[in-house]
């Protein structure tokens, strides 16, 4: 699929047969090479008699034909809704990658650096079934950013959500998104100095059950693949690996499944 994908995308550019240092196939070889296994780009290159700037750029190419045909945010939607899902999970992860030295809004502080997990890396937003399979992944955003204020830097994503909220389907989220609980339902945050109500703190234990799922999301993201636990790459493209790599887990860990669709 991958192979056929980057002949339509060098059709599409006008490539001429004989251009290119590696045909499709071999193309495809690389890029997967990445996603399953995190060859280093160094290895690849010298596997493929290729100069370092080259196999970034085969590399780049082949995430973004097969991010161009995973579906959008309102296709998963869509799909979650035709599914039958009641509810859908909204989380956000972050994805580690070399230092990267872009000063950012606060002096002395990389515009990557998570402070909250102490690393450098980029904040991705994650919607997951009621099962926690990924369904559509965000592009990345800094690290440094609260999932507040990366939800709200998407355009059309907090939109859409509302969108898809009814009195029978729910998006739910945890405390990182309470400034956006009147459209996310988020679990009820303890005033200071006082405590909840019996009903509070039952609704915040369900929500807390059923929202627990989520986070398988965020665990496939990094452990179907190797590629992500830890990119070398340009951060900004993160973005559309992890969309790549949530949709592919997805659809190969369902088609594990029984017929019967329970899990073993």
């Given at each position: 699929m991958l192979s056929r994908l980057l002949a339509?995308?060098?059709?599409?550019?006008?490539?001429?047969?004989?251009?290119?240092?590696?045909?499709?196939?071999?193309?495809?070889?690389?890029?997967?090479?990445?996603?399953?296994?995190?060859?280093r780009v160094a290895q690849l290159a010298a596997d493929n008699q290729l100069s370092l700037s080259s196999t970034y750029r085969y590399l780049h190419e082949g995430i973004d034909v097969l991010a161009a045909a995973a579906p959008g945010l309102p296709g998963a939607?869509?799909?979650?809704?035709?599914?039958?899902?009641?509810?859908?999970?909204?989380?956000?992860?972050?994805?580690?990658?070399d230092r990267s030295r872009t000063p950012g809004p606060t002096p002395g502080v990389d515009l990557w650096w998570s402070g909250k997990h102490?690393?450098?890396?980029?904040?991705?937003?994650?919607?997951?079934?009621?099962?926690?399979?990924?369904?559509?992944?965000?592009?990345?955003?800094p690290g440094r950013e609260h999932d507040t204020t990366c939800a709200r830097g998407h355009p059309g994503l907090l939109d859409a959500i509302e969108g898809w909220t009814d009195d029978t389907h729910v998006v739910l989220a945890d405390l990182g998104y309470d400034g956006e609980n009147t459209r996310l339902t988020c679990p009820f945050k303890t005033p200071t100095g006082g405590g909840l109500s019996v009903d509070k703190r039952t609704v915040n234990t369900l929500h807390s059950a059923t929202r627990a799922l989520a986070e398988r999301g965020n665990s496939l993201l990094k452990t179907t693949f190797k590629a992500l636990r830890r990119v070398s790459f340009c951060p900004w493209r993160i973005g559309g690996a992890c969309l790549v790599i949530g949709v592919s887990a997805s659809l190969l860990s369902r088609s594990r499944l029984p017929a019967s669709g329970h899990r073993t």
């Open positions: 339509e995308e060098r059709l599409r550019r006008g490539t001429r047969r004989g251009r290119r240092a590696l045909d499709c196939d071999r193309h495809a070889v690389l890029v997967l090479r990445w996603f399953l296994d995190a060859t939607l869509l799909a979650a809704r035709t599914a039958g899902h009641t509810h859908v999970h909204l989380d956000g992860t972050v994805i580690h990658t102490h690393v450098h890396g980029g904040n991705v937003q994650v919607l997951t079934a009621p099962d926690g399979w990924p369904l559509w992944t965000s592009p990345v955003r």
